[in-house]
């Protein structure tokens, strides 16, 4: 399976093979020219990757280390999961997790798509506006009948008094 996606001015392609079990198996990534300082650390990057995997590391040790590496490359990308990253390792670092780490795993890691962030959001504010008490307000009646309390008494008495009479104009 093979992603592209733009960082900056630069296009990167990142390729993921899968081994018979459906686990991945080897990566390719692809940055500029043959030859050129950044396709060459790409190349030994991917193979590092591949290494490991054939070696049986777990993936998420082998990009662990790359999540939030900076270096330009940097910014924002065309990939709707991956909307902005700190550089191209970071990218690949979160697509191989995105496309072949179990939901709980990259949850633990904070490695989550636009849509799932969203989500969680969404479940996260639904849980905090639901531990908000519910305001009763009492309107209180103008009938000392209805409401023998003390306070409420009180209260109606004090705005009798005063507040709400109408002042008398002067002459």
């Not at 790359?66 to 991956?82: Q, S």
């Not at 009479?165 to 002459?171: A, D, E, G, L, M």
Request: proline share 6%.
């Amino acid at each position: 399976m093979t992603t592209a996606v733009t960082i900056g001015a630069e296009r990167f392609y990142l390729t993921a093979n899968a081994r018979s079990d459906g686990t991945l198996g080897e990566v390719f990534i692809s940055w500029g020219k043959q030859g050129q300082t950044q396709a060459g650390l790409m190349d030994i990057y991917a193979v590092a990757l591949s290494v490991g995997l054939q070696h049986g590391v777990p993936l998420l040790d082998l990009i662990r280390q790359g999540l939030d590496l900076y270096f330009v490359p940097n910014g924002h990308t065309d990939d709707p999961d991956i909307p902005r990253v700190r550089s191209v390792v970071d990218w690949v670092a979160r697509r191989l997790a995105i496309d072949w780490l179990p939901y709980e795993v990259r949850v633990a890691e904070g490695i989550l798509t636009v849509d799932e962030r969203v989500t969680a959001a969404g479940d996260w504010l639904a849980a905090e506006t639901a531990k908000i008490p519910t305001v009763q307000t009492q309107v209180p009646s103008a009938d000392p009948a209805a409401d023998p309390d003390e306070v409420m008494v009180a209260f109606r008495a004090e705005l009798a008094s005063g507040i709400g009479t109408p002042v008398q104009p002067r002459r």
